[in-house]
């Protein structure tokens, strides 16, 4: 996985406009795209989820789908990212084969790092750094974490409440790739705030 800006998707936030937000921030320089819907619209999440794999094809591009191994199947998609209550790692990877990208949420822990990485997560996903709409509630996590799981050998994700003027601190600490949320699709001009994160690379 390259390092950079990690862009996953809102659905509230990107109605009506998801795949042209997306290729913006794909033209501004993400290296991944999480396709997140937490809706039970089976029908649009394919429809969107389908989309937006032929458009990743295109700028050569992973992308992940957030918590749904089968639809990650049904859209030939590169991966999943998974959190800690959802199916298990050795199940995804049982589904999806030995290439697939799977990615592992570890909130604040090195614990749960270290179990991820020894059972073949792809990467290790470490948050909320910084207050988050997304999960106002999820715990803070320290940026010592970051350089913590470097001798891990396995790529770090950073996430929760990133954005354009926050993010240093991260990468400097050993982030592999931050990943953004609302500091994106909320931007006047969403491909210049990509390209302002990933020139922090």
Known sequence: MKRGLYAITDTPLLAGRMLAAVEAALKGGAVVVQYRDKSNDTARRMEEALALRMLCLRYRVPLLINDDIEL?????????????????????????GSDAIIGVTCHDSLALAEAAVGAGASYIAFGAFYASSTKPTAKPAALSILSSARHLGCPVVAIGGINADNAAPLIAAGADCV???????????????????????
């Open 72 to 96: 990650c199947v049904a859209v030939g998609a590169d991966g999943v990212h998974l959190g800690q209550q959802d199916d298990s790692l050795q199940l995804a990877r049982k589904r999806l």
């Open 179 to 201: 990943a953004v949320i609302s500091d994106l699709w909320s931007a006047a001009d969403i491909a210049a705030q990509a390209q302002a994160i990933s020139r922090l690379f």
